[in-house]
């Protein structure tokens, strides 16, 4: 019966113009085992680790108030692919300061303040960090950085006046940065002093004014007592006082 069923099967399939396909053994299944992942943690110690070197450019002595970068360049001691990671620039002295810069090319650079107090000498390290899992080994150099005081310029400003008016005086300290501190202002006929005062500056600028005087020709002198970060300096202007 069975059979005569297949038989009518196919010919009903045959009529219908398809093809019926009738697998009579099954597929076995496949049994497969994941490969075991194994995480290994790196090291810095390669056998195949490279040595480096760091070297330090910048300029040795300044003004208080000059611009001053510092730049590391990393060498490998063999050729091959520039190393990469990060130099860290420590500062070291009167002030002490700290940057972390990705290297780029070979090199990193840092601006160092111009603030740093006058009279002093720095000590400046670069040291190559390397990223993690690197062949590259750490490195580093260093270099002395001395400040010294920024020089001034003391400009004087005593207009004319009539007898009627009071001697004055606008003085204005130039330097790199705004110069700090005082300035002795001084009123002198013929080489003589006939009055002086003391006035602090204040954003690099002062004035004076003074008694009213005889008609005659005056001078009146100016020195910049300087301050910690800065030289001393001085400057004068000629007026005349009319009747």
């Known amino acids: 019966m069975f059979k005569k069923v297949l038989l009518r099967s196919f010919a009903g399939a045959t009529a219908l113009g398809s093809v019926l396909a009738v697998s009579l053994v099954a597929t076995p299944a496949v049994l497969t085992t994941a490969p075991e992942i194994r995480t290994v943690a790196c090291s810095l110690k390669y056998p195949t680790s490279v040595s ?3 070297s330090l450019s910048m ?3 300044a003004a208080y108030g000059a611009s001053t970068t510092a730049t590391a360049t990393v060498t490998r001691d063999d050729a091959g692919t520039q190393p990469k990671g990060t130099v ?10 700290s940057w972390s810069v990705k290297l780029r090319n070979g090199q990193a650079s840092v601006a160092l303040p111009r603030t740093l ?3 002093n000498t720095y000590s400046v390290t670069a040291k190559y ?3 993690s899992c690197s062949i590259f080994k750490r490195s ?3 270099a002395s950085y001395t400040v010294f005081k920024a020089g001034t310029r003391t400009i004087v400003n005593a207009p004319d006046i009539r007898r009627t008016q009071k001697p004055s005086a606008k003085v204005v300290v130039r330097s790199t940065l705004t110069p700090g501190g005082k300035v002795r202002v001084a009123l002198v006929r013929k080489g003589n002093q006939i009055a002086a005062q003391t006035k602090r500056l204040s954003g ?3 004035s004076a004014t003074f008694s009213k005087v005889r008609p005659g020709k005056y001078t009146m002198k100016v020195r910049y007592l300087g301050a910690r970060n800065f030289r001393a300096s001085s400057g004068s ?3 005349r006082v009319r009747r």
Do not use: E, Q
């Open 117 to 119: 107090p006058a009279s």
């Open 129 to 131: 960090w390397p990223p």
């Open 88 to 97: 860290r620039f420590l500062l070291r002295g009167a002030v002490n300061k």
């Open 204 to 206: 690099g600028r002062a």
């Open 140 to 142: 580093s150099g260093s």
């Open 52 to 54: 480096t070197a760091t």
């Open 237 to 239: 202007d000629t007026f």
């Open 59 to 61: 300029r040795r002595i």
